[in-house]
């Protein structure tokens, strides 16, 4: 048996996953990501796909975040007919991201079209994928419980675990058994962390693996606890009543902004926080947590406790608000403080929150609250480092708003908490791990702090560098 790893995507960087397996000359896509960062460079890489869609035996996709599955469009659009595994929840969150993904991008060429041909320029930019391409790999997929075995393969099983990172997000236990040898491989996808309270814990792998294909987004940050962070978030909110301003919450509209709401829910319910308007601006979201009431098979014993056990809704009460227009997210720049706006773009790249933050980053009255990871060059990155000023739409403003950061909302685990779960996995078979989606210097810490814990074959995975497993 001839095995190999490679990566296209998320080497040395985060965004853009997209690793391939390959055993005896057949490639197992794992993820399919859409790169995102620096404009310019997130085009080029999304566009070189990096493998032909003829040499794809079978796609693993690990959950339904944008740079884990943002190309299978483009995958399908190129002429892969073959099957895209992932959960059943994974399967409707990537549906909702791929589909406004699409969107997003005709309504871009339209507007740069206008813009060109008011300037007299020629315009010849084309979207990725349109929407046909994203139905097309959504019928493509198949569902595959959590574990379920099935084989995808010749000799070749894939069984999912719980990742406890997002609604649906698995571990990816590839089982290989050719010519009397046997070879596991355990990719994790994006590692959750315990103790959130609305997905279950990440799940410990029944197999021992040979291999683990790691991820290593916060390989050298600790995260806040969530006393802390529940401590945090009540006194931004009292400071915002006390101010009558606003509180923007750029968030991914699948499972942070869900996990906020939740939290908001609990603290008004507790009389901790005042009833203060809250609303989540974003369609994608405000679908997101329908799909988040259609599977409660993912929830963890907590939001079942609860809300399940009482028949209340976690993602509804009475000072929670979800837009349904676009002049209803106009409106929110009218209206005055207090108030709290929870929009996408987690990463303030695209989207409603551009507009919020456009109306409001040079008032000293307004709160930017950053609550998850933001990518290198990004907006985001820029607002959260607390650059002087930052260019939106073109146009440069004054950055005059407080800008605080909560690190307990991650979905990541940090290093402590890989190694926690590490630790707690059979690793007595393990001959490496292989490290992925991590910027540089978070990955130089981890491997060092995993070395010095007792895991010493440790690699960080360079971009098209072919890894043999034996």
């Known amino acids: 048996m001839n095995a190999g790893f490679y990566s296209l995507g998320a080497a040395e960087e985060v965004t853009g996953s997209k690793h391939v397996l390959e055993i005896d000359g057949q490639s197992y896509l794992i993820d399919c990501g859409a ?16 493998i032909a869609h003829d040499r794809i035996e079978g796609v693993i996709l690990t959950h339904g975040h944008l740079d884990h599955c943002g190309i299978l469009p483009l995958l399908a659009k190129r002429g892969y007919n073959g099957n895209i595994y992932a959960t059943p929840a994974t399967r409707d969150i990537a549906s909702l991201i791929m589909m406004d993904s699409a969107n997003i991008q005709a309504r871009d060429a339209a507007y740069l079209q206008s813009q060109a041909k008011k300037k007299g320029e020629k315009f010849d930019w084309t979207p990725l994928f349109n929407e046909h391409d994203a139905i097309k790999a959504v019928s493509q997929t198949v569902g595959v419980s959590y574990n379920r075995p099935m084989f995808i393969g010749d000799g070749v099983s894939l069984e999912f675990y719980d990742a406890g990172h997002i609604l649906g997000s698995a571990m990816a236990s590839i089982k290989v058994k050719k ?7 355990l990719a994790t996808g994006d590692l959750g962390r315990k103790g959130k309270p ?3 814990n990440p799940a410990i792998p029944e197999t021992a693996p040979d291999y683990i294909i790691l991820e290593s987004t916060y390989g050298d940050r600790r995260h806040d606890s969530t006393d802390e962070a529940i401590g945090k978030l009540t006194d931004i909110a009292g400071k ?30 507790k009389g901790i926080i005042p009833e203060v308007p809250i609303y989540v601006d974003s369609p994608m979201a405000t679908n997101a947590t329908t799909i988040f009431q259609l599977h409660p098979e993912c929830y963890g014993e907590e939001i079942k406790e609860a809300f399940i056990k009482h028949h209340k809704n976690p993602f509804g009460f ?9 002049q209803e997210s106009k409106d929110l720049n009218d209206r005055k403080g207090p108030l709290i706006i929870i929009s996408a773009d987690g990463m303030c790249e695209a989207g409603r929150i551009q507009h919020h933050l456009i109306h409001n980053i040079s008032d000293p009255n307004t709160t930017i609250m950053t609550v998850g990871y933001m990518a290198e060059n990004t907006l985001g990155r820029r607002i959260r480092n607390r650059e002087g000023e930052v260019k939106i739409h073109g146009d440069w403003f004054k950055v005059r708003a407080q800008v605080e950061e909560i690190n307990a909302f991650s979905a990541h685990a940090d290093y402590f908490e890989m190694l926690e779960w590490l630790k707690a996995v059979d690793t007595s078979k393990l001959k490496g791990i292989f490290l992925v989606h991590g910027e540089k210097k978070a990955q130089a810490f981890i491997k060092k702090y995993l070395e010095e814990n007792g895991f010493p074959n440790v690699q960080i995975v360079k971009y098209g560098q072919t890894y043999e497993l034996n």
């Open 35 to 50: 790169f995102q960062g620096s404009r310019a460079e997130a085009e080029r890489k999304n566009r070189e796909f990096g």
């Open 240 to 269: 915002t009543v006390e101010k009558k301003g606003k509180i923007l919450i750029p968030a991914f509209a699948i499972e942070r902004t869900q996990e906020l709401v939740f939290y908001f829910h609990l603290l008004v319910d």
């Open 198 to 200: 609305i997905i279950r």
């Open 318 to 326: 009475n000072s929670l608000h979800f837009t349904t227009s676009v």
């Open 179 to 185: 010519g009397g040898k046997e070879l596991n491989i």
